[in-house]
């Protein structure tokens, strides 16, 4: 099994820039989650899907920020216009389930600069 | 969500035996704990997981007192490469929830 596939594992983009994050979930998982993590807060939950679905959005910080799944096997995470402070590691992560005790397999993440 | 409590930092020293408690005061009845592990440029992995009691892995134990309100996760005989964030979570089994990982514990395992 590949794993959870994440692309690109870096990105470094100017203020004002489109970025799109990619991430491949485990063949089977009908769940899957994007998190951020900095230093600052930690790892945070940004949104979830569960059957493609987006169940939890929350954690979206604002606008500028948005998700989709079109099908089981592909997922984005889209941040139009990039600031600075979007600065982060964006982690991709699949699960079985959408439950509390299902374990979640991360991917590799994504290592985000926006200068 | 239950909310935890763990130290920000820990070091310790390669072969010891690693204990670290997270404290959980306002865990719920149907409210299982797990705990995660994050070594640096890598992604968290789930370690372990129980509800009450002791339950033990081929990594890890995990102890849980009667009145669940903290945990410990035992690492044994740890070596450089145990060096990671781990991370403590508390939540129910059912659909839709959520887990909250927060900043962890940065344990550090000194030669």
Redesign the interface.
Known sequence: DAG?IQSPRHEVTEMGQEVTLRCKPISGHNSLFW?RQTMM?????LI?F?NNVP??DSGMPEDRFSAKMPNASFSTLKIQPSEPRDSAVY?C?SSL?????D???????TRLTVL | LAKTTQPISMDSYEGQEVNITCSHNNIATN??I?W?Q?FP??????II?GYKTKVTNEVASLFIPADRKSSTLSLPRVSLSDTAVY?C?V??????????????NQVVVIP
């Open positions: 959870v998190y807060r930690g790892l945070e939950l979830y569960n169940i939890d982690f992560a389930g959408a439950g509390g005790t374990t979640q397999y991360f991917g590799p993440g | 409210d299982y797990t995660y994050q440029s890598q992604g968290p992995r789930f997981q991370y979570l939540a129910p089994g059912e659909r839709g929830n959520r887990l909250a990982f927060g900043k962890g």
